[in-house]
């Protein structure tokens, strides 16, 4: 066992994590997600008055997704623009040299 291939080194359980009561950061679950699950629980058979919350969850849903389609949008075409004007500055600029 000179190459060290014996007996594999294991940490005790004791040091293996730094704090004991460490919380788990979680991710944010994307828009598209969200739909997705409602969609699939509005699929089953539920009892109305939850089957009516969730079409309304669905719907609000759905609107964020719509403002954050525009707005990612909007977001692209001001990009353009200020791409457009800055060359627009740049051309007259050099001209007048």
């Known amino acids: 066992m000179a190459h060290g291939y ?8 004791s040091r293996r994590y730094k704090g004991l009561g460490m919380a788990k950061k979680f991710k944010a679950v994307s828009l598209k997600n969200k739909i997705r ?3 699939r629980m509005l699929k ?3 009892p ?6 969730q079409e309304q ?4 849903l759905k ?3 719509d403002i954050h389609t525009c707005l990612a949008a909007e977001r692209k075409i001001f ?11 740049f051309l007259v600029q050099s001209e007048g040299k």
């Open 44 to 46: 089953k058979n539920l």
């Open 48 to 53: 109305p008055e939850v089957r009516e919350a």
């Open 6 to 13: 014996g007996q594999r080194r294991v940490k005790p359980a």
């Open 79 to 89: 990009l353009q623009d200020t791409k457009i004007k800055f060359f627009v500055v």
């Open 57 to 60: 969850k669905l719907e609000g």
């Open 37 to 39: 699950s409602v969609e």
């Open 63 to 65: 609107k964020q997704q």
